[in-house]
């Protein structure tokens, strides 16, 4: 995946908007999160978005007026293979060129809770300083632990805690037990689901 159309101009509209797209804003980089276009019935169209600053991790709401030109930053997107932890650093290998990158765990943040080693990811450079990580919307983990389940009622919809083999707590279903396989989600840490065998 190259860098897609509107991160090349450099300058785009608030119409061009879509999650991922990074924004040059104050001279700081922040990520779309989420936007919204509104068309009120009284006065101009705007667009309410979310965006996340990229070195700091805080979000913040932000309204622009329709076609306001926004300036865009030039991300470079690489596929990169999760290689281990080292103390305070991610260690990851560019699949392309096999170089090791490693990344500080204020970048990696939240990510460490869904990535195996071995597993493969794209991290986003901006003039070749690494801005964060993508992961899959969803990823398969196994339960390392979890107490014993409730055989037997499956539509009471209660759930307990479950540890992930990343060492991340999940809600799951009462009726799954250690060793199971799961579907999480990356973006929220639900449980989507067992993996079929």
Do not use: C
């Amino acid at each position: 995946m190259g860098p897609d159309i509107y991160e090349r101009n450099r300058v785009a509209t608030t119409n061009d908007l879509k999650n991922g797209m990074v924004l040059k804003l104050d001279n700081e980089l922040w990520q779309v999160v989420e936007f919204l276009h509104v068309k009120p019935g009284k006065g101009p169209a705007f667009v309410r978005t979310k965006i996340k600053n990229v070195l700091s991790g805080k979000i913040v709401d932000r309204t622009f007026n329709a076609g306001t030109k926004v300036e865009t930053a030039n991300v470079d997107r690489r596929d990169m293979q999760y290689l281990y932890h080292d103390g305070s650093d991610y260690i990851f290998m560019d699949e392309q060129d096999y170089d090791q990158v490693p990344l500080s765990e204020a970048l990696v943040g939240d990510a460490a809770n869904f990535m195996l080693e071995n597993q493969s990811v794209q991290v986003a450079f901006h003039e070749g300083n690494p801005l964060y990580i993508e992961l899959p919307a969803a990823v398969e983990l196994t339960i390392s632990h979890t107490e014993p389940g409730l055989q037997g009622d499956r539509s009471s919809g209660g759930t307990k805690p479950a540890t992930v083999e990343t060492g991340y707590e999940i809600q799951v279903p009462l009726f799954l037990e250690t060793g199971t396989r799961v579907r999480v989600d990356t973006r929220t840490g639900d449980y989507l689901g067992r993996v079929k065998e």
